[in-house]
């Protein structure tokens, strides 16, 4: 590398912003951070739940009914390190520090940040409420206003509310007449920016990370439960006249008017059936043999959410023995830039990594916005 006098700390220190300014789906969902100590990937770590409480009638002969104050927490696994690696010979032709943020740092950094977001928009596979069509891109204020009222049925709390919209559904929503009329929206920052801002309570993103959903089914017709289904059951057989594949995670289907997302691969199809189809939420009373199932497959996932529906976990990796690195911390997010040399092929190499896990908290605050 011809600027030998960079710092791995100039370098780390420069890409960090880099890395916040592109990360939308962590700075929208529930926090734990923490630079107290280093970790590893597959290091298990206690994350707090954010606190529910229910409100109540209040009855003036019995008086209040006090709730318990339980701080619940889940285990998340650190599983991911997303990561940026390339032999510091490329880096030959950077003459000075702008051309090495331009050459490597700042699209390292994007980079980084465009994984972590898909990584946090996959999450979708675990919400099971969801408005719209699949196939058909959201695009008019009641596509908005079903998103709204789903949350609402949901109860979900109504401040906060984010929303993160593919490509398509964003472009359709910014030059809606009523968003970018000045006369009826009070503001003109739908024109000027292309942005939706708060609209219908919620606040509106868009992410190119927004996942296309696609499944293992190739033919679904005449879909039926085959065998009652217990209240409490999380399993269910499905038959069908013609069905063919099988299900994938994230497939969604509607049993007696109420929506389950498909939580793992299914096995395939034989003589018309699947059994043991895994879904969620578990079914909340019996479901009779014979009730017509509704399947929905291949579709954009966006995603409509109150903050405590998800988690997003990040800590600073620990240093690498007998190398140089730097790990810089900031709101929460932590980076590492190691420079090491590669035995195996004889080569110097400058990585730039992020250690992080994403949890699924409440997926009932949560709704899947077809397109």
């Keep these: ?44 770590v206690q994350v707090r739940k954010p606190v529910n409480y229910t409100a109540q009638e209040f009855d003036p002969d019995a008086g209040v009914m006090t709730q318990e104050l339980q701080e619940d927490s889940v285990e998340v696994k650190l599983d991911r390190i997303a990561s940026v690696d390339i032999e510091v010979s490329a880096l030959d032709a950077a003459l000075n520090f702008d051309s090495l943020d331009r050459l490597f740092i700042k699209p390292a950094a994007i980079a980084l940040a465009e994984k972590i977001n898909a990584d946090g928009l996959a999450l979708y596979r675990d919400v099971s409420a969801f408005t719209g069509s699949a196939g058909t891109t959201p695009s008019t204020l009641e596509d908005l206003a ?112 109420r929506s389950y997302t498909v939580v793992s691969d299914s096995a395939a199809a034989s003589s018309g059936a699947i059994s043991g189809v895994k879904i969620s939420p578990a079914v909340d009373k019996t479901v009779a043999d014979g009730t017509a199932v509704e399947f929905i497959g ?60 994403y949890k699924t908290v409440y997926p009932e605050l949560a709704v899947r916005c077809l397109g």
């Excluded at 499944?215 to 063919?244: E, F, P, W, Y």
């Excluded at 997003?312 to 140089?324: D, I, N, Q, T, Y």
């Design 146 to 257: 079903s998103v709204r009222r789903a949350l609402n049925e949901a109860r979900v709390p109504t401040s906060p509310r984010y929303a993160v919209w593919d490509t398509a559904a964003d472009t359709a929503f910014a030059t809606l007449p009523a968003l970018v009329n000045a006369e009826k929206s009070g503001s003109t920052d739908a024109l000027r920016e292309g942005a939706l801002g708060k609209v219908f309570g919620m606040e509106h993103f868009m992410s190119q990370a927004v996942c296309q959903h696609t499944t293992g089914i190739t033919q679904a017709m005449g879909l039926s439960v085959s065998g009652a289904v217990s209240a409490g059951a999380d399993t269910v057989n499905i038959k069908g006249s013609s069905l063919a594949g099988k299900f994938t995670a994230g497939d969604l289907l509607l049993i007696g008017g």
């Design 298 to 357: 291949a579709h954009t996932a966006n995603l409509a959410f109150h903050p405590s529906a998800f988690a997003f976990v990040c800590r600073p990796l620990s240093a690498p023995a007998g190398v140089e690195s730097y790990v810089t911390n900031f709101d929460g997010i932590s980076l590492r830039v190691v420079r090491g040399y590669d035995m195996i092929f004889k080569r110097e190499m400058l990585s730039m990594d992020v250690l992080y896990a």
């Design 1 to 44: 590398m011809a600027n030998n006098f960079v710092t791995l700390k100039e370098i780390a220190r420069t890409a960090l912003p880099h890395l916040m300014d592109n990360l939308v789906f962590p700075r929208l969902v529930h926090n734990d951070f923490s630079d107290a100590f280093a970790a590893k990937q597959g290091d298990t």
